[in-house]
């Protein structure tokens, strides 16, 4: 089955504690990308990736960190957390020869940092 | 990057009544006009698109029209119905790395 798939789900943890958040995709695409969504902001991307060890910077980078070593996984490293970064991140995949862009998105992971 | 504006940010119609949200952007460029569904818990999913060599494309209940000269376009939702409740995201694509840019969201709410 074509997924994209994330963990953890949810997490809860405190302010400055490592943690990276994995995404992976299954359907040989070529682009991938994290959102955050928090109320009334919609989805705001956070970085990008067009191919492996190709990353770039989304709207709201700060405090994030991803890379890209193979193709299928992207995931997103937050190096120090903090109450700000409370919020639900989703991960995307789409195929960048498409003549649309339809984004494939995974589950959602709920973070809270407190 | 590109600016996107969603309105309105929620909307509430009876059921079987029609919606309407719109979407303006600003590149010119532009040249795919998506719009994602998410229903409450779940994950953002395309329900239609248009290029921009054509004006209106429809699928059922729903539809998508486009105006390139004032830079917006416009999701329609007929004979609305309680399952059609969920939020809604327009998405234009823009920039030589044909990028996407989610506009804030519009909470439709059909009521009985």
């Known amino acids: 089955e074509a997924q994209v798939t994330q963990n953890p789900r949810y997490l809860i943890t405190v302010t400055g504690k490592k943690l990276t958040v994995t995404c992976s995709q299954n359907m040989n695409h070529e682009y991938m990308s994290w959102y955050r969504q928090d109320p009334g902001l919609g989805l705001r991307q956070i970085y990008y990736s067009m191919n492996v060890e190709v990353t770039d910077k989304g709207d709201v980078p700060e405090g994030y960190k991803v890379s890209r070593k193979e193709k299928r996984n992207f995931p997103l490293i937050l190096e120090s957390p903090s109450p700000n970064q409370t919020s639900l991140y989703f991960c995307?995949?789409?195929?960048?020869?498409?003549?649309?862009?339809?984004?494939?998105f995974g589950p959602g992971t709920r973070l809270t940092v407190t | 990057g590109e600016n996107v504006e969603q309105h309105p940010s929620t909307l509430s119609v009876q059921e079987g009544d029609s919606a309407v949200i719109k979407c303006t952007y600003s590149?010119?460029?532009?040249?795919?006009f998506p719009w994602y569904k998410q229903e409450l818990g779940k994950r953002p999913q395309l329900i239609i698109d248009i290029r921009s060599n054509v004006g209106e494309k429809k699928d059922q209940r729903i539809a998508v029209t486009l105006n390139k000269t004032a830079k917006h376009f416009s999701l329609h939702i007929t004979e609305t119905q309680p399952e059609d409740s969920a939020v809604y995201f327009c998405a234009p694509l823009w920039g030589s790395a044909r990028q996407l840019t989610f506009g804030s969201g519009t909470q439709l709410t059909v009521l009985p």
């Open positions: 590149d010119s460029a532009s040249n795919y």
């Open positions: 995307a995949s789409s195929l960048l020869a498409a003549q649309t862009r339809e984004q494939y």
